[in-house]
């Protein structure tokens, strides 16, 4: 089945300091979404890219969706510690019934 | 209001109880699904509903047993678990469900322990 993977698994950073996280999938996605679950939080919605080498910008947030349609990225500038939490991409896949597989997620800590 | 509800918060059973959850949403959502989170871990989907049809079911055991009365409500009926069953459990809707891809709304969980 589809797999979707993230790395890194967990990242510590200097509040200030960058952070990227990348997400990889088995196969190619038709869309692709992600979420920000904060400690004892739910996931919640951040951004959904579907074009081919799409790039989207929220604030510090930048998320960008590869050219083959099978990889992701999401990277903050100037990171907060309002950031910490985990990311999580999730892809979907082509067909009709696809449905949105979780990537195994990057926990970020932000320290002051 | 883009709020899910589910309840209770945190459950305790036994593993020869029958218990259920609950879950709530108000925004015309026609789209529900419930995934099955260990810590660490990202969410599993367990089962969709659309149109309250169930659409997907991820090959879970029959001691999970899902159930959509109406296009506002999702339960989710528990019996004879395993302490392996201890998780949160997340319950989420969505506008729809298909090729497009639409974001998905979550409730709160349940964290569930299974003695």
């Known amino acids: 089945g589809q797999q979707v993977m993230q790395i890194p698994q967990y990242q510590h950073v200097q509040e200030g300091e960058d952070f990227t996280t990348y997400c990889n999938s088995s196969t190619t996605l038709s869309n692709i979404q992600w979420y920000k679950q904060r400690p004892g939080g739910h996931p919640v919605f951040l951004i959904q890219?579907?074009?081919?080498?799409e790039v989207k910008k929220q604030k510090r947030l930048t998320f960008q969706f590869g050219e083959a349609k099978k990889n992701s990225s999401l990277h903050i500038t100037a990171t907060q510690t309002t950031d910490v939490g985990t990311y999580f991409c999730?892809?979907?896949?082509?067909?009709?019934?696809?449905?949105?597989?979780f990537g195994t997620g990057t926990r970020l800590q932000v320290t002051l | 209001d883009t709020e899910v509800t589910q309840t209770p918060k945190h459950l305790v059973m036994g593993m020869t109880n029958k218990k259920s959850l609950k879950c709530e949403q108000h925004?015309?959502?026609?789209?529900m699904y419930w995934y099955k989170q260990k810590a660490k871990k990202p969410p599993e989907l367990m089962f969709v509903y659309s149109y309250e049809k169930l659409s997907i079911n991820e090959s879970v055991p029959s001691r999970f047993s899902p159930e959509c009365p109406n296009s506002s409500l999702l339960n989710l009926h528990l019996h004879a678990l395993q302490p392996e069953d201890s998780a949160l459990y997340l319950c989420?809707?969505?506008?729809?469900?298909?090729?497009?891809?639409?974001?998905?709304?979550f409730g709160p969980g349940t964290r569930l322990t299974v003695t």
């Open positions: 890219l579907v074009k081919s080498g």
């Open positions: 925004m015309g959502h026609r789209a």
């Open positions: 989420a809707s969505s506008r729809g469900f298909g090729t497009s891809g639409y974001e998905q709304y």
């Open positions: 999730a892809g979907k896949g082509t067909g009709t019934a696809s449905k949105l597989t």
